[in-house]
Nanobody
Framework: QVQLVESGGGLVQAGGSLRLSCAAS????????QGWYRQAPGKQRELVAA???????NYADSVKGRFTISRDNAKNTVHLQMNSLKPEDTAVYYC??????????????WGQGTQVTVSS
C-alpha cells in the first residue's frame, strides 16, 4: 500500500504565495511520476504540474511562470511553490503518484486533497 500525505494548503490573498508538499510512503520499488492536479467546483480535475517518468516537468499553461514543482527523491517528496496566486487558482489540490510495485505492476495513487483558496 502507498500513502500520499499532502500539506501546505490554505487561504491567501491574490498575489500571495503558498507551498504544497506531498510525501509518498509505503511499499513500492520506485515512483514513476509524481505531481499535482486540482479540481475547482463544477470543473474537471486538471493537471497543474508534474514530473514525468523521464524526469521532465509538465506545467499547465495557466500556471507557467508562477508555479514551480520540485522534488526530494531521497524523501519521495514533491513540492509545489505557487507564487502570484490568482482567485482562479482556487481549488482542491491533489497529489498523484504513479508507482512501480514489487509485483511489477504500476498503479496510480491519490492524496486526500488540500484546499487552496485565493481571495481577491
Amino acid at each position: 500500500q502507498v500513502q500520499l500525505v499532502e500539506s501546505g494548503g490554505g487561504l491567501v490573498q491574490a498575489g500571495g504565495s503558498l507551498r504544497l508538499s506531498c510525501a509518498a510512503s509505503g511499499s513500492f520499488l520506485a515512483i514513476n511520476s509524481q505531481g499535482w492536479y486540482r479540481q475547482a467546483p463544477g470543473k474537471q480535475r486538471e493537471l497543474v504540474a508534474a514530473f514525468t517518468r523521464s524526469g521532465a516537468t509538465n506545467y499547465a499553461d495557466s500556471v507557467k511562470g508562477r508555479f514551480t514543482i520540485s522534488r526530494d527523491n531521497a524523501k519521495n517528496t514533491v513540492h509545489l511553490q505557487m507564487n502570484s496566486l490568482k482567485p482562479e487558482d482556487t481549488a482542491v489540490y491533489y497529489c498523484n503518484a504513479n508507482v512501480l510495485r514489487y509485483t511489477g505492476s504500476r498503479l496510480d495513487y491519490w492524496g486526500q486533497g488540500t484546499q487552496v483558496t485565493v481571495s481577491s
